[in-house]
């Protein structure tokens, strides 16, 4: 089955930029999802279909995706992105929506 | 944006059937344009999805939980629900329920808020 793969904790400092990634097996070709999750809360979508910025998600958040690699962007980071961060697909080939291992970033 | 709310008992024996129902409100569960779907997360691990339902009954679940899986809908109380079978501590998780497009390759916007289910005797 599919496999998405995401990196170990980012850690950067306010202001900084953070990059997310999400790997897979020509990504690229697909429509990545990245949803934010905060402790004992539900997830929630903050880009959609590679790029897509839902209403209310600051600017601060984009995305983009090439080849293998789906990259969440968080720009001028601020403690309150302190978050898990997930990529999500549909899978194609076994019909089924796929969910990457998730990224905790801590703001420092 | 429609609300959605989980609701079942929080605790379930190994073996047996773990039931959990999905409140929708503000919104219709039988308009054209969504499925309604179930995601879990297992204490202190990443998201798992579990399946989705059209408003028409169509279904389509993980392969990994299939054989396992029963997906309904109620339109007339504007709910749908998940029948997990023979369930062990492994199926311990809190469950999501949420919305997404048609599109198979649409994301899930809104979720609720989860419910804990703990699987032990």
């Known amino acids: 089955s599919y496999v998405l793969t995401q990196p170990p904790p980012v850690a950067v400092a306010p202001g900084q930029t953070a990059r997310i990634t999400c790997g897979g097996d020509?990504?690229?070709?697909?429509?990545v999802h990245w949803y934010q999750q905060k402790p004992g809360q539900a997830p929630v979508v903050v880009v959609y279909d590679d790029s897509g910025r839902p209403s209310g998600i600051p600017e601060r958040f984009s995305g983009s995706n090439s080849g293998n690699t789906a990259t969440l962007t968080i720009s001028r980071v601020e403690s309150g992105d302190e978050a898990d961060y997930y990529c999500q697909v549909w899978d194609s080939t076994s019909d089924h929506v796929v969910f990457g291992g998730g990224t905790k970033l801590t703001v420092l | 944006q429609p609300q959605l709310q989980e609701s079942g008992p929080g605790l379930v024996k190994p073996s047996e059937t773990l039931s959990l129902t999905c409140s929708v409100s503000g919104g219709s569960i039988t308009r054209t344009s969504y499925y309604w779907g179930w995601i879990r997360q297992p204490p202190g691990k990443g998201l798992e999805w579990i399946g989705a339902?059209?408003?028409?009954?169509?279904?389509y679940s993980n392969p990994s939980l299939k054989s396992r899986v029963t997906l309904s809908i109620d339109p007339s109380k504007n709910q749908f629900s998940l029948k997990l079978y023979s369930v062990t501590a492994t199926d311990t998780a809190v469950y999501y329920c949420a919305r997404r497009e048609t599109s198979r390759t649409s994301w899930y916007d809104p979720w609720g808020q989860g419910t804990l289910v703990t699987v032990s005797s």
């Open positions: 020509d990504i690229g070709s697909k429509r």
């Open positions: 339902i059209y408003y028409s009954g169509s279904t």
